[in-house]
C-alpha cells in the first residue's frame, strides 16, 4: 500500500514564495516517476512538473524558471520550491507517484496567492 502526504501550502503574498513536500510511504522505489499536478477552483488538474528517479525533470510552461522540483530518495520526499508566486497559481497541489504505471495520489496542500 502506498500512501502520500503532501504538506508546506498556504497563503502567501504575489512575488513569495514556498516549498511543498510530500512524503510517499509503502512500496515505491527510487525509479518511480514522482510529481505534482494542482487544480484550480473551476478548472481541470493540470500536470505542473515531473521527476524521474535520476532526476530528469519537467515543467509545465506556466511554471518554467519559477518552479523547481527535487527528490531525496533515501526519505521518499518530492519536493516543489515555488518563487514569484502568482494570484494564477492559486490551486490545490497533489503530488503522485507512478509505480509501474500505477499512480498513487496524496489529498492535496492548498495554495494561496492573494494580496
Known amino acids: 500500500q502506498v500512501r502520500l502526504v503532501e504538506s508546506g501550502g498556504g497563503l502567501v503574498q504575489p512575488g513569495g514564495s514556498l516549498r511543498l513536500s510530500c512524503v510517499a510511504s509503502?512500496?515505491?522505489?527510487?525509479?518511480?516517476?514522482m510529481g505534482w499536478y494542482r487544480q484550480a477552483p473551476g478548472k481541470e488538474r493540470e500536470l505542473v512538473a515531473t521527476i524521474t528517479g535520476v532526476g530528469s525533470t519537467t515543467y509545465a510552461d506556466s511554471v518554467k524558471g519559477r518552479f523547481t522540483i527535487s527528490r531525496d530518495n533515501a526519505k521518499k520526499t518530492v519536493y516543489l520550491q515555488m518563487n514569484g508566486l502568482k494570484v494564477e497559481d492559486t490551486a490545490l497541489y497533489y503530488c503522485y507517484v507512478d509505480r509501474f504505471e500505477t499512480y498513487y495520489w496524496g489529498e492535496g496542500t492548498l495554495v494561496t496567492v492573494s494580496s
Open positions: 509503502g512500496h515505491i522505489f527510487s525509479i518511480n516517476p
